[in-house]
């Protein structure tokens, strides 16, 4: 499947459309979402995908799973989606190809104001599966679980990734976890759960209700942590690369190597370390830099965008 080809390639500046051009349609799409910046969650993700297809072959105890946690908008989606690519990368490494095969299936955690999610819906989405409508009402059937499987089987299916898990309800969590616990027993597959709170939710699943805060202690699904990035006098290093490559990947036309650096405490304080933010706020300026034909960001560029965290009223005057 094409689900995980997603390349994002710097365009050539000097076969763009000059500074100060009314359209640039190239570098505008461009710096809508720019390369992905490798920070340390993502490049441990990489690590944790080979872990996974190591151990992906049957064994007696099951297979393994894992968790993503740590506070909302730090990269976890992001960082999920890379070990789906990297697994898949690995899969098409080491066995023979197959334009057929679904090692990696990728499913959000559904909204259920009723409480009761039908959990094949979701894989069936994924996979293109016409949900089947029984012959005598026009509501489509309820279980897709038959035809999920067979692809599951027939396809080569080893990891399910699943995002958005801190939105189950208390009182679907038992359902949702036998439902993840039937495929990865009948098939060997790895589950990654990602959300706030993941890990204590997955640790929860057997009692069926949500966990009590956590008291230290080692045991529970191995979990990793996808966290703010810090930035001190003391602590600086990190984050310096990180913005270091946003810098490398801008593509204005006043723009040196090492202005974006120059900026970093800055940005620091403005998105607290949270990439989201930190990527919404250069992406959405640098467009602004191309609109407005100073090609550069600045400060105060910076600080005309409505993205990024506040220390004061976070409602700015137009």
């Known amino acids: 499947m094409d689900y995980w080809q997603r390349t994002i390639t710097p365009p050539d500046l000097s076969?763009?459309?000059?500074?100060?051009?009314?359209?640039?349609?190239?570098?505008?799409?461009?710096?809508?979402?720019?390369?992905?910046?490798?920070?340390?969650?993502?490049?441990?993700?990489?690590?944790?995908?080979?872990?996974?297809?190591?151990?992906?072959?049957?064994?007696?105890?099951?297979?393994?799973?894992?968790?993503?946690?740590?506070?909302?908008?730090?990269?976890?989606?992001?960082?999920?989606?890379?070990i789906g690519r990297a697994f898949e990368g690995i899969i098409s490494s080491q066995l023979p190809s197959d334009p057929h095969r679904v090692p990696v299936i990728h499913i959000n955690t559904p909204l259920s104001p009723s409480s009761k999610v039908d959990w094949s819906l979701p894989f069936a989405e994924f996979l293109s599966l016409l949900p089947s409508k029984a012959p005598e009402t026009p509501q489509r059937s309820a279980d897709m679980t038959g035809p999920v499987c067979h692809v599951i089987k027939t396809r080569g299916t080893r990891l399910v990734l699943v995002d958005g898990i801190d939105r189950l309800d208390n009182s679907e969590i038992k359902t949702a976890f036998d439902y993840f616990g039937y495929?990865?027993?009948?098939?060997?597959?790895?589950?990654?759960?990602?959300?706030?709170?993941?890990?204590?939710?997955?640790?929860?699943?057997?009692?069926?209700?949500?966990?009590?805060?956590?008291?230290?202690?080692?045991?529970?699904?191995?979990?990793?942590?996808?966290?703010?990035?810090?930035?001190?006098?003391?602590?600086?290093?990190?984050?310096?690369?990180?913005?270091?490559s946003f810098d490398q990947n801008l593509r204005l036309h006043q723009h040196s190597p090492g202005d974006l650096l120059d900026l970093a405490a800055h940005l620091h304080e403005r998105t607290g370390g949270y990439m989201k933010p930190l990527s919404y706020l250069v992406c959405q300026a640098a467009q602004e830099a191309i609109e407005t034909g100073t090609e550069a960001i600045t400060k105060e560029l910076l600080d005309d965008q409505l993205v990024g965290r506040f220390a004061d009223d976070p409602i700015l005057q137009i």
């Open 183 to 244: 495929l990865a027993s009948e098939f060997q597959i790895s589950f990654v759960y990602s959300g706030v709170g993941a890990r204590d939710i997955a640790d929860a699943a057997r009692r069926g209700k949500r966990a009590d805060a956590p008291r230290g202690g080692a045991g529970g699904i191995p979990t990793l942590a996808v966290n703010p990035i810090p930035y001190s006098p003391e602590e600086y290093g990190t984050w310096h690369e990180v913005i270091k």
């Open 15 to 82: 076969t763009c459309a000059p500074a100060g051009a009314v359209d640039d349609p190239v570098r505008m799409g461009y710096h809508a979402t720019m390369c992905t910046v490798q920070t340390p969650a993502l490049k441990k993700a990489v690590t944790l995908a080979r872990r996974l297809w190591l151990a992906s072959s049957p064994r007696s105890e099951g297979p393994l799973h894992l968790a993503l946690d740590g506070p909302g908008e730090t990269g976890m989606t992001t960082a999920l989606r890379q």
